[in-house]
């Protein structure tokens, strides 16, 4: 069974610019999360969508935004890129209701430089 | 604020040694899981724990859920070279769509 693929892996960017990183979750799994990863904040939730719906979202500023693919697929958006966006960006899938009690299963990621 | 801490931050252990890491929050949990997490990986869910008080083992692995589930812990006996990485604990509300994860503890058991 394929796990959580995001891509790309690894992306540089430079200030000002936007991005679009893509998560595919595992066949089946309806609910998919986005996480930033830095050393400094840990693991911060970004925002969580099920059937095309978003169902929560973290603090983070309107330059991120994300949506859901009628085939559960999911793609973030960063825009007005900033030094501070440089992070590791995991996204999450799970089968679905509520990430409550639901193991969620994570990418390897998609590591984002912003020069 | 809903925060979970995690301690320590950092534990550098010699092969065979025992240890404990630590996650505790001041809010009370549907769930809680624990993660693990290698370099240039995403991280890979150890246990999910549920019911306050419960006692889960993975091997060497052993989970505790408080009895009123707003902390737990983590021991591992015996620890391995390949026990190296970062542990994530993460706490889940019913229905709230959302978690919330610790910063870890990293740990690097040396051989």
């Known amino acids: 069974k394929a796990g959580v693929t995001q891509t790309p892996r690894y992306l540089i960017k430079t200030r000002g610019q936007q991005v679009t990183l893509s998560c595919s979750p595992i066949?089946?799994?309806?609910?998919v999360s986005w996480y930033q990863q830095t050393p400094g904040q840990g693991l911060q939730f970004l925002f969580e969508y099920f059937s095309e719906t978003q169902r929560n979202k973290g603090n983070f500023p309107g330059r991120f935004s994300g949506r859901q693919f009628s085939n559960s697929r999911s793609e973030m958006n960063v825009s007005t890129l900033e030094l501070g966006d440089s992070a590791l960006y995991l996204c999450?899938?799970?089968?679905?209701?509520?990430?409550?009690?639901?193991?969620?299963?994570f990418g390897d990621g998609t590591r984002l430089s912003i020069l | 604020t809903q925060l979970l801490e995690q301690s320590p931050q950092f534990l550098s252990i010699q092969e065979g040694e025992n240890l404990t890491v630590y996650c505790n929050s001041s809010?009370?949990?549907?769930?809680l899981q624990w993660y693990r997490q290698e370099p240039g990986e995403g991280p890979v869910l150890l246990v999910t724990v549920v019911t306050g008080g419960e006692v889960k083992k993975l091997k060497r692995l052993t989970f505790q859920f408080g009895d009123a589930r707003k902390d737990s812990s983590l021991h591992i006996t015996a620890a391995q070279p390949g026990d190296t990485g970062l542990y994530l604990c993460?706490?889940?509300?019913?229905?709230?769509?959302?978690?919330?994860f610790g910063a870890g503890t990293r740990l690097f058991v040396k051989a």
């Open positions: 993460a706490g889940a509300w019913a229905g709230g769509f959302k978690t919330i």
């Open positions: 999450a899938s799970s089968l679905g209701e509520g990430v409550s009690n639901q193991p969620q299963h």
């Open positions: 809010s009370v949990f549907s769930s």
């Open positions: 066949s089946g799994h309806r609910s």
